[in-house]
């Protein structure tokens, strides 16, 4: 490690990881499917609970 690495923050780090990771072209995509996996998760257990109280209360 270089005196400069050794000197940073644990955030500073982190955010310096993050722009490189945020340049990579694979990571961007990955990342988005992941958000749309997860958002689709999301709407699916919506529905689930949304028929399961029309269920238990009507």
Same mark, same amino acid.
């Given at each position: *490690?270089?005196? @400069?690495? +050794?000197? +940073? ?8 990881? #993050?722009? *490189?990771?945020?340049?990579? #072209? @694979?990571?961007? #995509?990955? *990342?988005?499917?992941?958000?749309? @996996? @997860?958002?689709?998760?999301? #709407? ?8 399961? +109280? ?5």
């Amino acid at each position: *490690m270089s005196k @400069k690495t +050794k000197n +940073k923050r644990p955030a500073e780090m982190f955010a310096e990881r #993050l722009r *490189m990771s945020n340049s990579d #072209l @694979k990571v961007i #995509l990955a *990342m988005d499917q992941l958000r749309r @996996k @997860k958002q689709e998760e999301r #709407l699916s257990d919506e529905e689930i609970v949304s028929s399961s +109280k029309q269920i238990y209360y009507f």
